[in-house]
């Protein structure tokens, strides 16, 4: 109760606040995206998790107001950096809570209205856990998303309890290859060959992938040479502040 008391405040008293990673093509070394990564400067407590407060969030249907001022500030960010480079992205991660609610295609369609922003420039991720939970209800929305011309990414990809053959129910542009895997691909051999599925799997349904997590030169290379040429991670950046990621990758 006290916490979600506090989280409550927190949205009307601007302790809300989004960083962003950077999403890199490494075949061009350019900027492509960056996902929006929520944080909680709570004023006794410091920077709070989101691990430690989306649970709560969504247990309470406070993610509701919280995620659509996520999709607001994201998007009036993305408005300011497309101004000198029209083609990045923004990645909004959004929770299965979000999709029960009726309006969620129209709060979205009027966000990128009020920015004038080109739906293809926003992307939505959520995890296979996520849809499943709800999945008739998710899936039906995803698709409206999708015919808006908004792109879909499917998070934490490989970890989740769907089976393969969902994939084809999902209409999803992205696969992002969960940091778990990228972690050890060097030394591990069934994560590398794991990897290496995700990447042959996302290439023959005609999907992008993104591979999360890269902290290192060696698996950069990995991945390159398996034809994975999306990447987040520490070698690039940790999640920043908007001023930030712009000084060192935007013009
Ligand atoms: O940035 P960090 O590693 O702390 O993020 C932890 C988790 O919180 C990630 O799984 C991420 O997807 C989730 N998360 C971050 N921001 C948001 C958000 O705005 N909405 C939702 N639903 N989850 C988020
Ligand atoms: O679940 P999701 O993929 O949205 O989680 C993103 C989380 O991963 C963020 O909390 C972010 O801080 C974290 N993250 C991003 N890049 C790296 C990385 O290279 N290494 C590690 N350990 N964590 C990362
Ligand atoms: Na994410
Ligand atoms: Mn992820």
């Not at 407590?45 to 407060?53: A, I």
């Not at 999709?99 to 295609?105: A, K, S, Y």
């Not at 051999?189 to 890269?214: R, S």
Request: hydrophobic share 40%.
């Amino acid at each position: 109760i006290k916490l979600e008391n506090a989280l409550y405040k927190a949205l009307d008293q601007d302790e809300l606040e989004i960083y962003y990673q950077p999403q890199i093509d490494s075949k061009t070394d350019t900027i492509i995206g960056a996902e929006a990564l929520l944080r909680w400067n709570h004023p006794t407590e410091g920077m709070v998790s989101p691990v430690n407060f989306i649970p709560i969030a969504e247990e309470t249907g406070l993610i509701v107001p919280i995620g659509k001022w996520v999709l607001e500030n994201a998007c009036k960010q993305l408005k300011g950096w497309q101004q000198n480079n029209p083609e990045m992205s923004v990645s909004v991660n959004l929770s299965g809570r979000q999709f029960e609610e009726d309006d969620l295609v129209s709060m979205i369609k009027g966000i990128l209205e009020e920015q004038e922003l080109a739906p293809e420039f926003l992307h939505i991720e959520l995890t296979e856990n996520q849809i499943i939970k709800n999945s008739k209800v998710t899936i039906k929305k995803m698709k409206q998303l999708k015919k808006l011309g908004v792109h879909i990414s499917i998070d934490d990809f490989g970890t989740g309890y769907s089976s393969l053959g969902y994939l084809k129910n999902f209409p999803i542009d992205f696969l992002k290859i969960d940091r778990s895997f990228i972690q050890d691909i060097i030394t591990d051999e069934d994560n590398a060959a794991i990897t290496n599925t995700i990447i042959t799997l996302a290439k023959n349904l005609n999907l992008q992938v993104i591979a999360e997590g890269v902290e290192t030169l060696e698996q950069l290379e990995f991945l390159k040479s398996k034809d994975c040429f999306i990447m987040q991670g520490y070698y690039f950046s940790r999640p920043v502040v908007a001023e930030e990621l712009a000084k060192k990758y935007l013009n």
